[in-house]
């Protein structure tokens, strides 16, 4: 009983060892049937999540959208799929794609991204002469480590053998191939390993690192093994290593992307403003953004991962173009690069009013009745509150001989201190005037920032000089700079 026990412990901390951290779990072999024939068959086989481009990241399920209250109006949501993010020859996936619609029923929760990594499990081989023995990584730090320890030791002594010539020793790699993803969609990552005649190795031991993680997993009879990864947005570096032999992939998770378009009576084609038109960047998204403005007011979610929220407006007044222009560019740039949290952008909060390029929306003036029930304002502060945002900032543009009349930043110190430190932070970082007041809603009652402070969410008004209606040189430059360094004043990039 007791030599029972001890070599239980023995096994056990051996384990814990190979694994180092997190927990472990043994899983059965579930290679997709006929993964080998694949392989041989054509030159761009099974690997998962391959190249699907920037364009039209794979999304995975979000969060419900705002409950219908009835006054907010109706909403689309666009939660898009890429079918090319297939991960297996054996899965077909599907793709719930509706870009276009417009109809006003809330649309797709699209819960088959998750099912389409699963399919593969569950048409899984029955060649048992493997298995695969990982820990699981839900997370990763994106950065490619070069620190990483010779996994020599876990080896089975057979690819020691003293005879090169052996079937059974490693001889080179194969089928690796880079792979991408999107965060929160798994992505598998096979390697193949060929002994001197070319042929699959069976029942190798091939580690596998990324980020500090290891991962064991033998081949199979066809000498492929196999890890699944499903780390925050980032680039990673995967090696991996049998017997003598090493090599690496790239491992890139992009951002996470939802859109959702608000009816709050408020779409217009933008591009009927010419300023609007003559710069907008190169992305699908933005596109379709712009497309999706026509009927409403969309707003972009990224997500690369946790930690802070934040929600970025521009366009509250039509005529100030460089802070939409700037929210367009923010969009393109959010798509092409990892972010830690989650970031909201609605880029052209009042559609009808860049439309025309005029400065209200049918004679409203939106940033004076934020604290008024059903104005769009007001809306955009609810879904603030509702998203539980850490920070808000609204972009605008100054004219000169306006006010402020300059390139600035404004917060307020009550009820949110952290508002006043982010405007100074903000000012010092993007060199801009920083006015900081006493609380919110006495200078400016019934303004955006003032109402998101109020409701304890520290928020900023960063504003441009350029006249309305145009752009100044340099001036959407400057609203981007502000837009990132309010995000890295989160730590969000
Ligand atoms: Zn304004």
């Not at 412990?9 to 180092?20: G, M, Y």
């Not at 690819?159 to 079937?167: A, G, Y």
């Not at 005649?197 to 190798?204: A, C, F, P, R, T």
């Amino acid at each position: 009983m007791k030599r029972a026990a001890l070599t239980f412990a023995l096994i056990l901390s051996l384990f814990l060892i190979i694994a180092s951290v997190g927990a472990s779990e043994i899983m059965g072999n579930d290679y997709p049937n006929g993964l080998d024939d694949a392989y041989q068959s054509t030159d761009d086989p099974i690997v998962a999540a391959g190249e699907d481009e920037l364009d039209n990241p794979a999304v995975i399920p979000g969060e419900d959208q705002l409950d219908d209250e009835g006054s907010d109006g109706d909403i689309d949501t666009d939660s898009s799929f890429d079918s090319s993010e297939s991960t297996g020859s054996c899965c077909s996936s599907e793709s719930t794609d509706s870009t276009d619609s417009t109809d006003s029923t809330d649309s797709t929760d699209s819960t088959d991204s998750e099912g389409s990594a699963d399919c593969c499990c569950s048409c899984s081989s029955d060649d048992d002469s493997s298995f695969v023995f990982t820990y699981s990584a839900t997370s990763g730090t994106a950065d490619s480590d070069d620190s990483l320890v010779s996994p020599g030791k876990t080896q089975p002594t057979k690819f020691l053998s003293s005879n090169p010539s052996s079937k059974l020793v490693p001889y080179r790699f194969t089928y690796a191939k880079d792979i991408s993803s999107v965060y929160g969609k798994k992505v598998n990552f096979y390697v193949k390993v060929l002994n001197k005649q070319g042929k699959g190795i069976n029942h190798v031991l091939v580690t596998f690192k990324a980020s500090n993680k290891v991962y064991l997993a033998f081949t199979n009879k066809n000498g492929i093994a196999r890890i699944t990864l499903n780390y925050y947005a980032g680039n990673y570096t995967i090696r991996y290593y049998a017997g003598e032999i090493s090599g690496k992939k790239k491992y890139t998770v992009r951002n996470y992307y939802k859109i959702t378009n608000y009816k709050w009576n408020s779409g217009a084609n933008v591009l009927k403003n010419k300023r609007i038109r003559d710069n907008v960047p190169n992305s699908a998204l933005v596109r379709k953004m712009i497309k999706l403005a026509k009927s409403g007011t969309p707003v972009i979610e990224f997500k690369g991962g946790p930690g802070k929220v934040v929600f970025i407006t521009a366009g509250c007044h039509g005529n100030e173009i460089p802070s939409q222009v700037a929210a367009m560019k923010l969009i393109k740039y959010l798509q092409n690069h990892p972010i830690k949290g989650t970031v909201y952008v609605m880029p052209f909060m009042n559609p009808k009013g860049t439309a025309a390029n005029v400065r209200d929306y049918k004679g409203y003036h939106l940033n004076k009745n934020a604290n008024k029930k059903g104005s769009i304002s007001y809306k955009t502060v609810k879904l603030i509150t509702k998203f539980k945002c850490n920070a808000y900032g609204d972009f605008h543009a100054t004219k000169p001989g306006g006010k402020p009349g300059k390139d600035a930043v404004m917060g307020t110190y009550k009820p949110t201190k952290k508002s006043a430190a982010m405007a100074k932070y903000i000012s010092k970082n993007a060199k801009v005037k920083c006015v900081i007041y006493k609380k919110a809603g006495t200078e400016y009652p019934g303004a955006l920032e003032d109402e998101v402070n109020i409701k304890g969410i520290p928020a900023v008004t960063c504003e441009v000089i350029s006249p309305h209606g145009k752009i100044k040189k340099g001036s959407t430059a400057k609203a981007l700079l502000m837009m990132k360094t309010l995000l890295k004043y989160n730590e969000v990039i």
